[in-house]
C-alpha cells in the first residue's frame, strides 16, 4: 500500500483548509453559487435531486481497513449509515450537508484519503485490476504505475481544464479485469523480445453516448518514457479535441475523426519536441514508489490446507461462496475473494457503516489488511490464508456479506440512476432489484452461469452498460421511463459492444424481457457455453425474434 | 408552434441541507403541496424575477420551474423525475435497517 510522503500530507490537509473557507464564504454569501460550484466539483462536492453527493477518491481502487473503517464512520457520523461503491473504484455518499463537508474531508485526511479529481474535466481517478500483486497471470503490479500517474496528474496545471473528463486504467495481467479497452487511455503492462518491461499503449476507447473501443497507439513504450509520452498524447488532444460540444469532447471523438495513424503523427511529432527529462519520471523515485506495493511477508504455506478443506465438506454453503466467489492466488496457501455487494434485491455497490467496519475488520484480521474495490462494484480481499477462509465467511456472512454470485446473473452494475442522479433520465437500482429478485434461486443461477448484466439510468453510461452481455439503458420517452437492451457487450480482451436489440420497454416490463432472454439462451447453449459465447455464435436473431415475435 | 403553457411552481435546493424545496410564496417549503401555482408565463417569470435576490441566492440553490397537475387541489409534478424530487427518497427502500426510524 502506498502511504503518503510529507508532500502528499500536506498537500492533502493544505487542499481541506483551502475548501473550509471557500464554503464558509459561500454560507456567508460572500461566493455565489455560479463562483462556487466550480470549487465545490474540484472537491467532488455534486448537487444531486435529493441532497448533496460527496465522491470520494479510492486510488485504483486500493485500500486498508483503517481507512475502511473511517467510510463507516462518516457514513454514520454525517451521512444516512451507508455509502454506495462506484464502477470507477470508488465511493459516494448521498446525503451529505454542505457545512459538514469540510470535517468531511478532514476525517478523511486523517486516513490518506481526499476527495480531489473525482469530478471536473481533468485526468480521473486512475483504475487497475483488483487482483493487481496477487493475479497468477501478472507481468507487474500495476499499482505502481497507476500511484506514478496519480502523482504526476494531481492537480497537474496543463491538465486540469481539459475539454472533458478524462479515465486512464491500467493493468498488469494478461487477463483484462481493468476494462482499459473503454478508456481514454488503457495502458498494458508488457514484455518486449529483449525481456524489458515496458507499456502498450491503447487511446480512444469510451463508453457514453458515443461508445468506442480503444486503439493501439504504441506497441511498446520503455517505462522511463511513460509520462512525457502521457504528456505529448494529453497535449494533442487538449489542443485539438474539440471544445464546442461536450457531447464530442472525449479524446475518443478526437482519435475516431482523426484516424489513429494521423493522431499518433501528432502525438509523435509532440512526443519528439518536448523536453522529456522535464517529466519523465526517475527510475529512483519509481523504485521508490514500486516498493510501497512491494508483496506483503507471506509466510510459507502449503498450497492444500485441511482447515479449509474440511469446511468445504462440513459447509455446503461455504463451498459453494469459494467456488463463487474464490479467486487463485499466486502465493501457496491463500486465495483472494471477491465480497460481493449484491445481494439478492439489494441496490448494488451499496455497504452500510456495519458493512463498512465488517469490511475493515475483515481486512485487518484476515487479508494482511488489505482491500480492492472492483469497478464492478464488489470489493476484493486479495491476501487470505485458506486455512482462516472459513472464519473469514462466518465474519462476512453475520453482515450479509456472503453473496456467493460473482460473475453471475444477479452480480450486476447499476448507476444511481433516477433515484439519486439529477442527470439520469430513468431509475437503475430498482430495476436491478427486480431482475436480482427474479433470479434469486442459486441453483438457478449457477445453471445460467456467468452473465453480466449492466444498466445505466442515461445515456452517459455510468453503469457500462454497452459492455454488459446484457445491456440496459433507461431513457426517458415523454416523462415516461423506457429501456433500450443491448446484448453482446464485453469488457475484457476480446472487448465488444452490446447491439441494441430494438424498440425499447417499460419499467414494468425489464424483468420479464431478461427472463425471456434468459430461457432463449439456455434453449440453444451448447454443452458449457456462456451467454456470451451463445450470442457470438447464433447473433442476434433469435433473441429478436424471441423478444418481438408476438409484437409482430 | 410552441406548446401551451401549463402551471408550473418553483423549486430549488436547500444550500446548507441540500434538500428539496418549493416556493409557497412567502417561504421555501420541504412539501410540493405547499407549492405556489402560476397559472401563466407571465406570473412565474413574475415570481422567478421576484425570487432573483441575493437573500435567496444565499439560501438556495439553482431556482427551476416544475410542470404540475392539480390532485386533490394541491400541485404534483407532472415528470417522473419530480415527482422523485418531491417525495424527498429514491423509490426503493433506501435506508439500512438501523437508520430507518431515525430518518422517520
Not at chain 1, 469488457?491 to 424498440?503: F, H
Not at chain 1, 417499460?506 to 427472463?515: F, L, M
Not at chain 2, 409557497?24 to 412565474?44: I, K, L, Q
Amino acid at each position: 500500500m502506498y502511504s503518503y510522503d510529507e508532500f502528499d500530507e500536506r498537500f492533502v490537509r493544505e487542499r481541506v483548509a483551502q475548501f473550509r473557507d471557500q464554503v464558509a464564504r459561500r454560507l456567508d454569501g460572500s461566493l455565489t453559487e455560479e463562483e462556487f460550484r466550480p470549487l465545490r466539483l474540484m472537491n467532488g462536492l455534486y448537487l444531486q435531486l435529493h441532497a448533496y453527493m460527496l465522491r470520494i477518491a479510492i486510488p485504483y481502487g486500493s485500500m486498508n481497513g483503517r481507512q475502511m473503517r473511517m467510510l463507516g464512520t462518516i457514513a454514520e457520523k454525517w451521512d444516512r449509515g451507508y455509502g454506495h461503491f462506484t464502477t470507477r473504484q470508488n465511493i459516494q455518499f448521498n446525503w451529505p450537508k454542505l457545512k459538514d463537508i469540510p470535517d468531511i474531508l478532514d476525517a478523511l485526511a486523517d486516513v490518506g484519503m481526499h476527495a480531489i479529481q473525482t469530478s471536473g474535466n481533468c485526468i480521473r481517478n486512475t483504475t487497475s485490476d483488483p487482483f493487481s500483486g496477487v493475479a497468477t497471470d501478472e507481468i507487474e503490479d500495476p499499482r505502481a504505475t497507476c500511484e506514478l500517474i496519480r502523482q504526476w496528474s494531481s492537480l497537474h496545471p496543463e491538465f486540469t481544464f481539459l475539454g472533458r473528463k478524462f479515465k486512464i486504467a491500467v493493468t498488469g495481467a494478461s487477463s483484462d479485469r481493468a476494462a482499459i479497452r473503454v478508456h481514454d487511455i488503457g495502458i498494458e503492462i508488457v514484455k518486449n523480445e529483449a525481456g524489458e518491461t515496458g507499456y502498450r499503449i491503447l487511446v480512444g476507447g469510451g463508453l457514453g453516448r458515443t461508445p468506442m473501443i480503444g486503439k493501439e497507439l504504441r506497441a511498446f513504450l520503455p517505462r522511463e518514457e511513460l509520462l512525457p509520452y502521457l504528456e505529448a498524447c494529453l497535449r494533442v488532444y487538449n489542443m485539438h479535441g474539440r471544445r464546442d460540444n461536450k457531447y464530442k469532447a472525449r479524446i475518443k471523438i478526437l482519435v475516431h475523426e482523426l484516424g489513429i495513424d494521423t493522431y499518433r503523427e501528432h502525438v509523435e511529432a509532440e512526443y519528439a519536441r518536448i523536453d522529456r527529462s522535464n517529466t519523465a519520471a526517475d527510475m529512483a523515485e519509481f523504485a521508490r514508489i514500486a516498493e510501497q506495493f512491494a508483496p506483503p511477508a507471506y509466510p510459507e504455506l502449503p498450497e492444500q490446507s485441511a482447515i479449509f478443506e474440511r469446511a468445504l465438506k462440513a459447509h455446503p454453503d461455504f463451498a459453494h461462496w469459494v467456488e463463487q466467489n474464490g479467486f487463485a492466488h499466486r502465493v501457496p496457501g491463500f486465495m483472494a475473494v471477491t465480497v460481493s455487494l449484491k445481494p439478492v434485491g439489494g441496490a448494488p455497490g451499496d455497504a452500510t457503516s456495519e458493512q463498512l467496519r465488517v469490511l475493515a475488520e475483515a481486512a485487518e484480521q484476515y487479508s494482511m489488511d488489505e482491500l480492492r474495490i472492483t469497478h464492478e462494484q464488489n470489493v476484493v480481499l486479495p491476501n487470505v490464508k485458506k486455512d482462516e477462509l472459513f472464519a473469514l465467511w462466518t465474519l462476512l456472512k453475520s453482515q450479509g456479506l456472503d453473496a456467493p454470485n460473482k460473475g453471475l446473473v444477479t452480480d450486476i452494475i447499476a448507476c444511481p440512476g433516477l433515484d439519486y442522479c439529477a442527470l439520469a433520465t430513468a431509475r437503475s437500482i430498482p430495476v436491478a432489484q427486480e431482475i436480482s429478485k427474479r433470479f434469486s434461486d442459486p441453483a438457478r443461477m449457477a445453471d445460467i452461469g456467468p452473465l453480466a448484466i449492466k444498466i445505466s439510468g442515461c445515456i452517459n453510461a455510468c453503469g457500462h452498460h454497452h459492455v454488459g452481455h446484457i445491456g440496459i439503458l433507461g431513457l426517458d420517452k415523454a416523462g415516461v421511463e423506457s429501456y433500450q437492451i443491448t446484448l453482446g457487450g464485453d469488457p475484457a480482451n476480446d472487448a465488444s459492444l452490446g447491439e441494441r436489440t430494438g424498440p425499447g420497454f417499460s419499467y414494468d416490463q425489464v424483468p420479464g424481457v431478461i427472463e425471456t432472454l434468459v430461457e432463449t439462451y439456455l434453449g440453444l447453449r451448447e454443452p458449457r457455453e456462456t451467454f456470451l459465447q451463445t450470442y457470438r455464435r447464433v447473433g442476434m436473431a433469435p433473441f429478436k425474434e424471441a423478444l418481438y415475435a408476438d409484437a409482430a | 408552434m410552441a406548446r401551451a403553457f401549463r402551471p408550473v411552481v418553483l423549486t430549488a435546493n436547500d444550500l446548507v441541507e441540500g434538500d428539496v424545496v418549493w416556493w409557497t410564496g412567502a417561504v421555501w417549503s420541504r412539501d410540493v403541496s405547499d407549492a405556489e401555482v402560476f397559472d401563466t408565463p407571465e406570473a412565474a417569470e413574475a415570481a422567478e424575477a421576484a425570487l432573483n435576490t441575493p437573500e435567496h441566492a444565499a439560501c438556495t440553490v439553482g431556482i427551476v420551474r416544475v410542470e404540475v397537475e392539480m390532485r386533490d387541489g394541491a400541485p404534483f409534478p407532472t415528470l417522473r423525475r419530480e415527482q422523485i424530487r418531491a417525495e424527498r427518497r429514491p423509490t426503493f427502500d433506501y435506508l439500512p435497517t438501523s437508520k430507518v426510524s431515525e430518518a422517520a
